[in-house]
C-alpha cells in the first residue's frame, strides 16, 4: 500500500508538472507578427472607410491602395488560425454570427435617424459586416474545400468566374466572400505548401530568400497595385458587384487584384516584425475595433463632410489619417474588447449550453 501510495503521489506530481508545462506553452502560442499584421490591417480599414468622407483625389488614391489588400491580410490570418474540427461549427457560429446577427439589429436601430436602413438587413449585409458573413461561410465550407485536390485553384477559378453571375445588389456578400476564399485558403495551407515548396524547389527557395529578389518582387508588386489603385474605380477593386461591362477585361483584374492582395499580405508578413507593439494591441482587439467603427464612420460621414470640403488637399489627408489613428486606439483599449466580448457571450449562451 505504501508502494502504490508513492508512485500515486509521482503520478500526481507529474501530472502538475504536465499541466504546468501546457499552460505554459499555451501562454507562448500568440505569434506577435499575426497580431501586428491584424493591427496593420484594422488601422487601414478605419483609414480606407473613413476617406468615404471626402472626395479629395489623393485620399481616395490611397483608399483605393489599400483596398487592394487590407482584408486579404484578414483573410489570410482568419485561414491560418482556423481548424478542422468537430467542436468547429458550434464555436464559428458563436464567435461570427452571433455579433454579426447582434449587431446588424443594433446599427439598423442606430441608422434610423440618419437614413432608411434596408428592410432586408440580413439578407444585404448592412455597411462593413459583410466580412463575418464571408468568414463564416469559408470557415462552415472549410471541411469540404479541405477534401479538394486543388482547393486553391479551384477558389481562385470560382472567384473570377462567379462575377458572370447576374443577382440583385449584394446579397449576403457572396461576391466577396468568393473572391476572399483563395486568400483565406492561402492561409489555412500556408504551412503545408511552404514545406512541400522548400522541399521540391529547394533552389528556388533559397533564391526566393534572398533579399535583393525579394526587394525586386516587392517592388513589382507594389509599383502594379500602384497602377490599380490609380486607374481602376473602386467599385472594381471592391469585387463587390457581378461584372457589367468588358467581361475579359474585368475576369483579368478581378484575378490581378486577388493575386496582388495574396502577393502584398505574403510580402508583409515575411517583413512584419514578431516583437510587441502598438500594432500588437490593435490587432489582439481588431474584432471589437472592425465591428464597433462602423458607428463612428456613420456619424462622421454626417458631420465630416461638409467641413472637409472647406479645407485643402493636404489638410484633409491628414485629418483623416489622425482621426482614424484615434479612432482605432480608443477602440483598442482592452476593457472595450472585454465588455464587447462579455455582450457577444451573453447573447451566445442565450442560444448554446456554455460548455
Not at 486543388?150 to 445588389?169: D, E, N, Q, R, W
Not at 476572399?180 to 533552389?203: A, D, H, I, M
Request: aromatic share 20%; hydrophobic share 55%.
Amino acid at each position: 500500500n505504501q508502494v502504490k501510495f508513492i508512485i500515486y503521489k509521482i503520478h500526481i506530481l507529474f501530472n502538475d508538472i504536465f499541466c504546468d508545462i501546457m499552460n505554459l506553452n499555451k501562454t507562448k502560442t500568440r505569434i506577435n507578427r499575426f497580431d501586428n499584421l491584424k493591427g496593420l490591417a484594422i488601422f487601414l480599414i478605419v483609414f480606407g472607410h473613413m476617406a468615404f468622407t471626402t472626395k479629395f483625389l489623393s485620399v481616395n488614391f490611397f483608399h483605393n491602395f489599400v483596398f487592394i489588400f487590407h482584408l486579404a491580410i484578414f483573410f489570410f490570418v482568419a485561414g491560418y488560425f482556423s481548424k478542422i474540427d468537430l467542436k468547429q461549427p458550434i464555436k464559428i457560429f458563436k464567435r461570427i454570427m452571433i455579433p454579426y446577427v447582434v449587431v446588424t439589429i443594433v446599427f439598423w436601430i442606430f441608422y434610423l435617424p440618419f437614413g432608411k436602413p434596408s428592410a432586408a438587413i440580413f439578407i444585404y449585409p448592412t455597411y462593413a459586416l459583410w466580412f463575418l458573413l464571408a468568414l463564416f461561410f469559408m470557415k462552415m465550407a472549410l471541411p469540404i474545400l479541405d477534401r479538394l485536390k486543388y482547393p486553391i485553384l479551384i477558389s481562385f477559378i470560382i472567384a473570377i468566374f462567379f462575377g458572370f453571375i447576374k443577382y440583385p445588389g449584394d446579397i449576403l456578400g457572396l461576391s466577396r466572400t468568393f473572391s476572399f476564399l483563395p486568400v483565406f485558403l492561402t492561409g489555412f495551407y500556408y504551412n503545408e505548401y511552404k514545406v512541400r515548396f522548400e522541399e521540391k524547389y529547394s533552389q528556388i527557395s533559397l533564391y526566393l530568400k534572398n533579399n535583393k529578389v525579394i526587394f525586386l518582387i516587392s517592388l513589382i508588386v507594389f509599383s502594379l497595385s500602384i497602377l490599380v489603385a490609380y486607374y481602376i474605380p473602386l467599385r472594381i477593386i471592391m469585387m463587390r458587384l457581378p461584372y457589367h461591362d468588358s467581361y475579359l477585361i474585368s475576369l483579368n483584374l478581378r484575378a490581378l487584384i486577388i493575386v496582388l492582395g495574396i502577393m502584398i499580405t505574403l510580402i508583409l508578413n515575411r517583413f512584419m516584425t514578431n516583437n510587441e507593439c502598438f500594432l500588437t494591441k490593435w490587432g489582439r482587439n481588431s474584432m471589437a475595433i472592425y465591428i464597433l467603427h462602423i458607428f463612428f464612420i456613420v456619424l462622421l460621414k454626417k458631420f465630416t463632410k461638409s467641413f472637409l470640403y472647406g479645407q485643402g488637399e493636404i489638410f484633409a489627408l491628414l485629418f483623416t489619417f489622425i482621426l482614424s489613428i484615434l479612432i482605432v486606439t480608443i477602440l483598442s483599449m482592452d476593457w472595450i474588447s472585454e465588455y464587447f466580448n462579455k455582450i457577444m457571450d451573453f447573447f451566445a449562451n442565450l442560444i448554446f449550453n456554455e460548455s
